[in-house]
């Protein structure tokens, strides 16, 4: 049973800080890795991708992968009240299935 | 980011009839679609994966022939909620891969009353 945990939550900062999302997955041939946002009633919007072991960053996003501990994370910097919502990371399987695994997502507050 | 569009947004309607979702990506093309549902408060889940040209691939525990999905061309999917029961009523939310990710469509909100 392929499965991505997440911490639930929630998980609250104060504005301007930094926020730190893990996920841990169980399938250790998974390819590619996603972090979406969703806010309440949305349907998920992808923020990050990646794909090989290290750190990538964009703006104030950088997500980080450790396919050895099967472990991915979002940092977030200089969080605002904008940043609240639910982080959902999502996994590949192996052998290139565009499957998406879902982990249950973590909610974010940002408080001003 | 690619871009997929979902209509309608939200659809309400009587116990028994059915209800068409469309699915479209708008500025790339996609063999494979993805169907997803989500309760309130808890996560996406997979219920069918839409190949163009072919059949659908449901998940275990989905009826394929309540949830009729049709992938008539490399840009839109379907899916038809057949005989819908108040137990429906969720959030519907489509998704296509381009070369940069997955990307979702807005997602229908159906109640079935």
């Known amino acids: 049973q392929k499965e991505v945990e997440q911490n639930s939550g929630p998980l609250s900062v104060p504005e301007g800080a930094i926020a730190s999302l893990n996920c841990t997955y169980s399938d250790r041939g998974s390819q590619s890795f996603f972090w979406y946002r969703q806010y309440s009633g949305k349907s998920p919007e992808l923020i990050m991708s990646?794909?090989?072991?290290g750190d990538k960053e964009d703006g104030r996003f950088t997500a980080q992968l450790n396919k050895a501990s099967q472990y991915v994370s979002l940092l977030i910097r200089d969080s605002q009240p904008s940043d609240s919502a639910t982080y959902l990371c999502a996994v590949t399987g192996q052998g290139g299935s565009e499957k998406l695994v879902f982990g249950k997502g973590t909610k974010l507050t940002v408080n001003p | 980011g690619a871009v997929v569009s979902q209509h309608p947004s939200w659809v309400i309607c009587k116990s028994g009839t059915s209800v068409k979702i469309e699915c479209r990506s708008l500025d790339f093309q996609a063999t494979t679609m993805f169907w997803y549902r989500q309760f309130p408060k808890q996560s996406l889940m997979l219920m069918a994966t839409?190949?163009?040209?072919?059949?659908?691939?449901?998940e275990q525990g989905v009826e394929k022939d309540k949830f009729l999905i049709n992938h008539a061309s490399l840009t839109l999917s379907t899916l038809t909620v057949t005989s819908a029961h108040p137990e429906d009523s969720s959030f519907y939310i489509c998704?296509?891969?381009?070369?940069?990710?997955?990307?979702f469509g807005q997602g229908t909100r159906l109640t079935v009353v």
């Open positions: 839409s190949n163009e040209g072919s059949k659908a691939t449901y």
């Open positions: 990646i794909y090989s072991n």
């Open positions: 998704s296509a891969r381009s070369v940069t990710g997955a990307f």
